[in-house]
């Protein structure tokens, strides 16, 4: 009797393993970095509760999407739904009396009294919707104008959007992903090599047009030559990496998140793991994260079906392209902006919303995750379409 193909239904334990070891991490090392804060809160482990009650949401959005099959946000009225709460949340936000200011920048929303930041819900609604598009235009994307150019008007305008907040670096990561998902989805190279180049003169110009970001943007080259301005940051987190040394300090010995290390627990995590755990454990992070984007990248490769081979990619460049900036501010290597570390830095809408979009890729790995029946191996293993 000839064998019947089987198809495992279990999602990629991969994926799971490594996010719930990332979420283990971070949870470590926010309660190293904001255990000190008990003296004005009364209670040492208020910022790890805050944020274990988004892990808690998050991880019901990852159970409940992970079932459900990922072709559902192919759905027309699906994206545009998602796309108009994505543009109501970004309008409000920046409507003064509304959006809640913070350090002058008005990027959360207080909804019945719980805070919510909109611009990580519109991220991952831009990766649904782009990996619909590119699945309908197909060989379209091969003309520029014709096929590109209007993929990239719901982008551009979620764009200008967190630009009124403002927000550089999360504006800049939605058009980037964006960038990204046009090459899986066979983006030519000369179109790829002229967006690049377009898109890095918007982001100069933006970042020269006002005086304290053509600041920040010169800063980071030698920071400690303007500590007592826009150098601060980065200098501190300088000091906390070469603090660590080579095996760190232990944890909760660090010394510069009492009151030297701006953000310690957002922004600035990174620096929290150099100072406590060392090049190290620095390097021990950046190898989990590595692995993490190569179990999502490994989805979308395998996975037979074009929609979703392109929404996993998405999703996983969206994470790993937050994780690059994040650590990239954090060492140096890039200018200081605000962007958090995905499962590590404080803020339940982050975390809650980067489970919910690994719930969707664990849907993708589910659905496709075939084992060669005798069918497949006569014909030489499973092609993809």
């Known amino acids: 009797m000839e064998e019947r193909e089987r198809i495992r239904r279990t999602c990629d334990k991969r994926v799971v393993a490594l996010m719930v070891l990332l979420l283990a991490l971070g949870l470590v090392t926010l309660f190293s970095a904001t255990y000190y804060q008990r003296t004005a809160s009364g209670d040492p482990l208020s910022a790890v509760k805050k944020q274990l009650f988004g892990v808690v949401l998050g991880a019901c959005a990852c159970v409940a999407l992970s079932r459900v099959p990922y072709r559902f946000f192919r759905e027309t009225k699906v994206m545009l739904t998602l796309l108009g709460v994505s543009a109501i949340l970004l309008v409000l936000v920046i409507i003064p009396g509304v959006g809640v200011s913070i350090n002058g920048s008005r990027r959360w ?124 940051q980065l200098s501190q987190s300088l000091i906390a990496l070469g603090s660590g040394g080579l095996f760190g300090m232990g ?13 310690p627990e957002s922004d600035f995590i990174f620096a929290i793991v150099g100072e406590d755990f060392g090049l190290i454990g620095c390097l021990c992070v950046i190898a989990i994260f590595a692995a993490f984007v190569y179990s999502g990248l490994h989805v979308a490769i395998t996975c037979r079906d074009r929609y979703g081979a392109i929404l996993a990619s998405g999703i996983t460049a969206m994470i790993g392209l937050q994780t690059f900036i994040n650590m990239g501010v954090v060492t140096g290597i890039m200018p200081t902006t605000g962007l958090p570390l995905p499962f590590f830095s404080a803020g339940g809408t982050s975390v809650s919303m980067i489970m919910a979009a690994v719930g969707i890729l664990l849907s993708i790995s589910r659905d496709h995750g075939r084992v060669i029946g005798a069918r497949d191996r006569k014909k030489g293993g499973m092609k993809r379409p």
């Open 251 to 263: 944890l909760g010995k660090g010394k510069q998140k009492f009151a030297y290390l701006p953000y």
């Open 109 to 232: 929303l207080n909804l019945l009294g719980l805070s919510m930041q909109p611009s990580e819900f519109a991220k991952y609604a831009m990766v649904i919707f782009m990996a619909g598009a590119l699945d309908r235009r197909g060989k379209a994307i091969g003309s520029l104008f014709g096929g590109v150019v209007p993929l990239l008007i719901v982008p551009g305008v979620m764009f200008l959007l967190i630009l009124e907040q403002p927000n550089l670096s999360t504006g800049g990561s939605i058009l980037i992903c964006a960038l990204a998902m046009l090459f899986v989805a066979g983006l030519k190279k000369r179109h790829m090599a002229l967006l690049t180049v377009c898109g890095l003169c918007v982001g100069a110009f933006y970042a020269w047009s006002a005086p304290y970001r053509r600041e920040r943007l010169l800063s980071f080259r030698d920071p400690f030559a303007k500590m007592s301005d826009e150098g601060y």
